[in-house]
């Protein structure tokens, strides 16, 4: 059955409940007959799938507010809310073939459910042992399941197997290598592996000390840094290589200082900040 739900609390239901499971909103009205014709389909979907998704209704006569908040500019108007977002939507009475298959891209598949079962574990208890074999679940049931295969990469990359999450990565389609998390992920590794069986921040910034424009022995700094997450500084000796010498190592400082940008982010305040000294550094 479906739940009827207002103003009072729709966030309460509907974005905070698609975090637990999905949740499909019906914008209805009772004088509309389309909507007449697709509430029984909805209704007969939602007690099949058994708790899979929650289905809400919101009269939008009596939430005109709500209604115009989220769009609605005709009636029936289905929105899918999943993680707290609105992601995907669909307008009149369509047929149950295509509500089915809408359901399809908002509903977790089997894989999809593991993921987010291992997903969970590692956020709260860093347990890289049971997280590792949930994925390795889902990846059996869907080899191509690209999220898993990110999820699996970044896990082993915090384990420092570098090697194994890479070739996770190598998995992926050429368009989802390209995506943000990939790189930034690759980048965490490349810094890593540059930091690798070096000196100590303490003996390399002794060294630096001693000689100001090796730089060299900067980069290794830099890369120290960044694998330790402490990007201010990995920034700071990024940014003083390309005051010094833009060419070393074919412009390694600049090219460098863009990988950690794509890791933090372009909402971090510390991209902001390092893009205008960069700016000024170059010009």
Known sequence: M?????EKDFNEVVIEGSRRVPVIVDFWAPWCAPCRALAPVLEKLATEHQGKFTLVKVNSDENQPLAAQWGVRGIPNVKAFVGGKLVDEFSGALPETMVREFLKRVIPSPAEELRLEAEAVYRESRDDVKTLALLAQALELDPRHEPALIDAAAVLADLGRHEEAKAFLERLAPITQMDERVAALRARMDFA????????????????????????????????????????????????IVRRDRAFRDDIGRRTMLQIFGVLGQQDERVSEYRRRLASAMY
């Open 193 to 240: 592996d540059a930091a690798a069986h070096g000196l100590d921040a303490q003996a390399l910034e002794q060294r630096l000390g001693q000689a100001p424009d090796d730089l060299e022995t900067r980069w290794q700094l830099a890369n120290l840094y960044a694998a330790q997450q402490d990007y201010a500084p990995a920034l700071d000796h990024l940014l003083e």
């Open 2 to 6: 479906a739940i009827d739900v207002s």
